[in-house]
């Protein structure tokens, strides 16, 4: 009954709930900071890592744990490896210049942080931009290396819970490493 | 409604009871604070049990940046109604007041929740880092740097799939190859650049 109720509510109030609570936390996290997110790419504070393995550790296992026992879907995004590198390296460049990236500028802005306007004013004229390109990258970029739906279960060929366990320990043992060299 | 102020009590006891242990300080010494006000690892993991809540509650990832595009198509459909129609990305992605616009626009004021919380709620103009690095007269420097980004940002989120927030957290959490190869490009892309700017 109480979960009927929470999914019954419309289509507004759950993404504005969700949302208050993800700015938030990033805000409490530290990362709608310019100097802390700057200062990762400096690789001087650490904080956006800590803040982001946390996040994927603690989430991939609940997530994979829905999805195996519960039966929540995955919302898996197409590997295309052209498009994938050459515009996560373009992402890499406008996130140094500007320091803030889509999510913690709107936290930034949250938080009195006013240029942060500016930046979200570049993400909507570079949508359009990218809107207006999109025909043209659709029969070139995003052709290079279209392998489909891949996930690393998938392409080591291992159960879904085992990638996830070995996955968490990795990615904990990094965090412990980056945790360690810091104090 | 009921349900819903149940629910909402319950995050807001969580969230004030995590902040007691969960402090940390704010300021080191130097001119502007450390980091957050809660340690990282918490803000961290309470995002991975929020990103359950998205899956479940929703049936829908977390992201940022097709806010920006849905309003780019607010915009382009109001001014050049045709043109903008025509545009394959638009026609696949139709701009809609969808899950993501009500999501970010909610970003901003848990922020501004979030900074009142440990007072950190304050109007700022240029960042003090920028300002140790290029003076208080860089605004307009400042103020390129940050709208050429954005620019390019949105560019390479759609042409990537997503951003920092649908690859580098929900993506790379269903362990998806996409998100991974994506992520791993924007750490590469940021870590050259920087070291143009400090």
Redesign the interface.
Same mark, same amino acid.
């Given at each position: 009954m109480r979960t009927l109720s929470v999914k019954n509510v419309s289509k507004v109030s759950q993404p504005v709930l969700f949302g208050l609570m993800f700015g938030f936390l990033l805000q409490k996290g530290g990362v709608a900071k310019y100097h802390v997110l700057e200062g990762q790419l400096l690789l001087r504070d650490y904080t956006v890592l800590k803040v982001m393995l946390s996040a994927i550790v603690v989430g991939m296992i609940g997530v994979y744990f829905l999805h195996e026992r519960v039966g929540t879907k995955l919302h898996l995004k197409p590997t295309r490896l052209g498009a994938n590198m050459l515009g996560g390296l373009i992402f890499g460049v406008g996130f140094a210049l500007a320091g803030y990236c889509p999510g913690t500028g709107a936290a930034a802005l949250g938080q009195g942080d006013l240029p942060a306007i500016i930046v979200m004013l570049g993400l909507v004229v570079g949508s359009y931009g990218y809107a207006e390109l999109s025909l043209f990258l659709k029969n070139t970029v995003e052709t290079w290396g279209d392998l489909g739906k891949k996930t690393l279960p998938s392409v080591l060929g291992m159960k879904a819970s085992t990638t996830v366990a070995a996955v968490a320990v990795l990615l904990s043992g990094v965090l412990f490493i980056i945790h360690s060299i810091q104090h | 409604?009921k349900?819903?102020i149940k629910?909402?009590a319950f995050?807001v006891t969580l969230?004030s009871s995590v902040?007691l242990f969960?402090q940390t300080p704010l300021q080191d010494g130097s001119t502007?604070?450390?980091?957050?006000?809660?340690s990282?690892?918490v803000?961290?993991?309470? #995002?991975?049990?929020?990103?359950?809540?998205?899956?479940?509650?929703?049936?829908?990832? #977390?992201g940022?940046?097709s806010?920006?595009?849905t309003?780019?198509?607010f915009?382009?459909k109001a001014v050049a109604p045709r043109h903008?129609h025509k545009?394959?990305?638009?026609r696949e992605n139709p701009p809609r007041l969808k899950?993501?616009?009500?999501?970010?626009?909610?970003? #901003?004021?848990?922020?501004?929740?979030?900074?009142a919380s440990?007072g950190?709620?304050?109007? $700022?103009?240029?960042?003090?880092?920028?300002i140790e690095q290029y003076g208080p007269d860089s605004g307009l420097g400042?103020?390129s740097?940050?709208?050429?980004?954005?620019?390019?940002?949105?560019?390479?989120?759609?042409?990537?799939?997503?951003?920092?927030?649908?690859?580098?957290?929900?993506?790379?959490? $269903?362990?998806?190859?996409?998100?991974?190869?994506?992520? #791993?490009?924007?750490?590469?892309?940021?870590?050259?650049?920087?070291r143009l700017?400090?």
């Amino acid at each position: 009954m109480r979960t009927l109720s929470v999914k019954n509510v419309s289509k507004v109030s759950q993404p504005v709930l969700f949302g208050l609570m993800f700015g938030f936390l990033l805000q409490k996290g530290g990362v709608a900071k310019y100097h802390v997110l700057e200062g990762q790419l400096l690789l001087r504070d650490y904080t956006v890592l800590k803040v982001m393995l946390s996040a994927i550790v603690v989430g991939m296992i609940g997530v994979y744990f829905l999805h195996e026992r519960v039966g929540t879907k995955l919302h898996l995004k197409p590997t295309r490896l052209g498009a994938n590198m050459l515009g996560g390296l373009i992402f890499g460049v406008g996130f140094a210049l500007a320091g803030y990236c889509p999510g913690t500028g709107a936290a930034a802005l949250g938080q009195g942080d006013l240029p942060a306007i500016i930046v979200m004013l570049g993400l909507v004229v570079g949508s359009y931009g990218y809107a207006e390109l999109s025909l043209f990258l659709k029969n070139t970029v995003e052709t290079w290396g279209d392998l489909g739906k891949k996930t690393l279960p998938s392409v080591l060929g291992m159960k879904a819970s085992t990638t996830v366990a070995a996955v968490a320990v990795l990615l904990s043992g990094v965090l412990f490493i980056i945790h360690s060299i810091q104090h | 409604m009921k349900p819903y102020i149940k629910h909402t009590a319950f995050v807001v006891t969580l969230f004030s009871s995590v902040s007691l242990f969960a402090q940390t300080p704010l300021q080191d010494g130097s001119t502007y604070s450390i980091g957050g006000s809660w340690s990282p690892y918490v803000a961290g993991g309470l #995002i991975g049990i929020l990103t359950w809540l998205t899956f479940y509650f929703s049936e829908h990832p #977390i992201g940022a940046s097709s806010f920006y595009a849905t309003v780019a198509g607010f915009i382009g459909k109001a001014v050049a109604p045709r043109h903008t129609h025509k545009l394959p990305y638009y026609r696949e992605n139709p701009p809609r007041l969808k899950w993501e616009f009500w999501f970010v626009l909610a970003i #901003i004021l848990g922020s501004a929740l979030a900074a009142a919380s440990s007072g950190e709620l304050a109007l $700022q103009g240029l960042p003090l880092m920028w300002i140790e690095q290029y003076g208080p007269d860089s605004g307009l420097g400042y103020a390129s740097l940050s709208f050429v980004g954005g620019v390019l940002m949105a560019f390479g989120a759609r042409l990537a799939g997503g951003c920092t927030s649908g690859h580098g957290l929900s993506g790379t959490l $269903q362990l998806n190859i996409s998100s991974w190869v994506a992520v #791993i490009c924007f750490f590469l892309g940021g870590l050259v650049t920087i070291r143009l700017i400090y």
